[in-house]
Nanobody, 122 residues
Framework: QVQLVESGGGLVQAGGSLRLSCAAS????????MGWYRQAPGKQRELVAD???????NYVDSVKGRFTISGDNAKKTMYLQMNSLKPEDTAVYYC????????????????WGQGTQVTVSS
């Protein structure tokens, strides 16, 4: 009933940039928050950044000043601009969203995308 589709991952050299997108579709009443998690091999999944419907943002310390999260409410799409990428940013990046659906209009549900690989070579 709700789908999150990520795009924009790939292979880039250290110091380069990538822009991830996450488009939400389906039976959406409202999008409350959206965010990006990442998981590197052998490591726990961690929150990279998130953004509320009001535009409030939050970043993990390791990406502050390099990554920028933004959203387009009309397009139901979230972006993650990643600059000055480092090899340690290599991971699968997942889009996550807290969405209130028409089926359940009184509370939000969490939905996940399928993930997109980001690889930064040194």
């Amino acid at each position: 009933q709700v789908q999150l589709v990520e795009s924009g991952g790939g292979l880039v050299q250290a110091g380069g940039s990538l822009r991830l997108s996450c488009a939400a579709s389906g039976s959406i009443f409202s999008i409350n928050t959206m965010g990006w998690y990442r998981q590197a091999p052998g490591k726990q999944r961690e929150l990279v950044a998130d953004i509320t419907s009001g535009g409030r943002t939050n970043y993990v310390d390791s990406v502050k000043g390099r990554f920028t999260i933004s959203g387009d409410n009309a397009k139901k799409t979230m972006y993650l601009q990643m600059n000055s990428l480092k090899p340690e940013d290599t991971a699968v990046y997942y889009c996550v969203a807290d969405i209130t659906t028409y089926r359940s209009p009184y509370y939000g549900e969490q939905f996940w995308g399928q993930g997109t690989q980001v690889t930064v070579s040194s």
